[in-house]
DNA sequence: TTACTTCTTAACTTCGTCTTAACGCTTTTA
DNA sequence: TAAAAGCGTTAAGACGAAGTTAAGAAGTAA
């Protein structure tokens, strides 16, 4: 499904343009002419990105902003601002933009910018699947872990399991998160099928020495190269 | 613990220059000439964000980045271009860029695009998990204590109890607000027990000499360093 | 069917953490 | 100054968490 993203402006003209540009560039688009407007609108659907003006009547980019983080603050935003805007832009970032864009906009910038905020808030279900361990490469779409020398397949267990430790590498992986990413529940059963197929990737990951998976007592697992 | 960052830019004084201007704000900066320096940097250490010159010699800002996305893909980059480079900025994108800066450098706009990216990346705006102590640096969710060259992993109290002394580092801390805290009762025996994970904390913490742990007598402790 | 793979369950072992106890030193109080 | 209370420290034990191996169970392919 394409990404669906509120665009708030009260330009009509320039937002009129937008939409359609952004929609033939395949995105949904659901544009409001202020920011009253806009907060309903984002109360009543699921957006996977916003696009607000700074500059409007009735409820400001920035204000709005402000609500939307309370009620998703998941949800990415991006503001248009006038160029000169220097002092308000930094206000901006502050009060949690991910990006911002400036009037007049580029349109193959937008989109650029659209789709780096949209990869990273979205770990997109295409997705990365290589990943490298130390010295080791790890594809979690073959479940291939390579050496250089040799290649192991690996279970689809112990593959699901190596990509969220991968995800996370040398951060807490939470026993809790893998046990409902994975299992979808959390019950000692689980926990101790987990803990076999983790005794297993370990086997695998002695393929390189100092890749290991290091327990954290009571709360998870860093896998460290 | 600040954010360390990565700046690879072959100009010697802009690079010297945004390396002083970042660490008087806070970031630890590694700075390398080249691309090929800058990648031998990042395999040997942890990067918070990548701050690549686009323009090099040896190895451009741009294959750089991808050699670092192999390596790590959670680490976000930001690229510096000089303003006409439309065409290779939107490469610069595709590649997988976070953001990018166009030069020349407004540092202001400098330091709020590397927190917003921060911000973003690192998952957790909720609650401050890292905090430095002398030149040591914990980090409560993972319970880890980093000393540069060596990490210490904690145990579940140790870790709560050094997350209250740095929450009032310098300040005095009460008994009585540790023990409802962290055992949520005030007894002899918790008394006891807290006063054996000090101990133990205390051995944690010489690995750097001006940090201690001082008690005052009757009231609490104070985390100096 | 048999052979094979993968995941779960079980059982046993090892390890880590927290509490409790003990002892000695320091500070406060009577 | 003596007694009491507060604190630093080490060690031992209990308990739960995690590592490990092997035996079922369930599914798949030949």
């Not at 990365?128 to 397949?153: E, K, P």
């Not at 099928?193 to 007592?217: C, E, F, G």
Request: charged letters at 25%.
């Amino acid at each position: 499904m394409n990404p669906k993203i509120l665009l708030v402006e009260d330009d009509k003209i320039l937002g009129y343009a937008l939409k359609t540009y952004l929609e033939m560039r395949h995105f949904q688009v659901n544009l409001q002419p202020n920011g009253a407007e806009g907060l309903s609108a984002f109360n009543s659907e699921q957006f996977d990105l916003c696009l607000l003006d700074v500059m409007m009547p009735i409820m400001d980019g920035f204000t709005l902003a402000e609500e939307i983080r309370k009620l998703n603050p998941a949800v990415p935003v991006i503001f248009l601002t006038a160029r000169s805007m220097k002092i308000d832009k930094l206000q901006g970032f502050q009060k949690g933009a991910d990006d911002y864009i400036v009037k007049p906009v580029d349109e193959e910038e937008l989109i650029a910018r659209i789709q780096a905020v949209l990869r990273r808030t979205n770990p997109s279900p295409v997705s990365i699947s290589s990943y490298s361990i130390g010295t080791l490469s790890f594809d979690w779409h073959s479940r291939r872990l390579n050496d250089g020398a040799q290649t192991v397949i690996l279970t689809d267990k112990e593959a699901d399991l190596l990509r969220l430790l991968c995800e996370r590498k040398n951060q807490l992986l939470d026993r809790k998160v893998v046990l409902q990413e994975l299992w979808g529940k959390v019950d000692y059963f689980n926990r101790r099928s987990m803990d076999v197929h983790m005794a297993k990737l370990r086997k695998h990951l002695q393929l390189d020495p100092k890749v290991t998976i290091i327990n954290i007592h009571g709360k998870g697992f860093i896998l460290e190269d």
